[in-house]
């Protein structure tokens, strides 16, 4: 059982480049979380989802886009990543969406130079 | 807007005394709050919660209190352990259905170092 798992770990991007963050959970969880924590803040949700084939933007969404095929995997992309896009990125699950405790990947460090 | 605020950066304990952290909020839409771990390079991992129904719950060495008159919570954590030694993050959340109800609100969290 491992939970929640990110590929990849680090990621180093330039400027207008593009990537995908794969984000993956066995616990059978309908609800998934991408959020992104930068130094001195707490983690601010991106976009999240409720159930497979369905997303929601968060707090954060612009220049983020999601997706969620299957059940256990939550893809976030960046489309022309941007200075600005450099963070650590989290992906979260939880049982149901409101009183659910969520689970978190490790992580992601993203910079953008 | 900041609504769920961790005033204190950094906090230090001696081993065996009592760590607490604090949290304040101003939604008064909250009314369902979590207490989570982070170690260095590690995903945040989920402590202990409560729900604005009560004012206190316990688990283990861990009790979170909650002063819904003041928007106020507390974790207390006795007695302290070098292990315990991360940054804690409170949220918040809306428990009910609706826009929103799903997001956590963080606070920007403490660092707690326990001094052996």
């Known amino acids: 059982n491992a939970g929640v798992t990110q590929t990849p770990k680090f990621r180093v991007l330039k400027t207008g480049q593009s990537m995908t963050l794969l984000c993956a959970q066995d616990?059978?969880?309908?609800?998934m979380y991408w959020y992104r924590q930068d130094p001195g803040m707490g983690l601010r949700l991106i976009h999240y989802?409720?159930?497979?084939?369905?997303?929601a933007k968060g707090e954060v969404p612009d220049g983020y886009n999601v997706s969620r095929l299957k059940k256990q995997n939550f893809l976030l992309g960046l489309e022309s990543a941007a200075p600005s896009q450099t963070s650590v990125y989290f992906c979260?699950?939880?049982?149901?969406?409101?009183?659910?405790?969520?689970?978190f990947g490790p992580g992601t460090r993203l910079t953008v130079t | 807007d900041q609504q769920v605020k961790q005033n204190s950066p950094s906090l230090s304990v001696q081993e065996g005394r009592i760590s607490i952290l604090n949290c304040d909020y101003t939604?008064?839409?909250?009314?369902?709050f979590l207490w989570y771990k982070k170690y260095p390079a590690e995903g945040p991992t989920f402590l202990i919660s409560?729900?604005?129904?009560?004012d206190k719950n316990e688990d283990g060495r861990f009790t979170v209190f909650l002063n819904k008159s003041a928007k106020h919570l507390s974790l207390h954590i006795v007695p302290s352990q070098p292990g315990d030694s991360a940054v804690y993050f409170c949220?918040?959340?809306?428990?009910?259905?609706?826009?929103?109800?799903?997001?956590?609100?963080f606070g920007k969290g403490t660092k707690l170092s326990v001094i052996p």
């Open positions: 939604n008064s839409m909250f009314d369902y």
């Open positions: 989802s409720v159930g497979e084939g369905t997303t």
């Open positions: 949220a918040a959340s809306r428990g009910h259905s609706g826009a929103g109800s799903y997001q956590l609100t």
């Open positions: 979260a699950s939880s049982y149901r969406g409101t009183r659910s405790e969520q689970y």
């Open positions: 409560i729900s604005s129904i009560k």
């Open positions: 616990m059978n969880h309908e609800y």
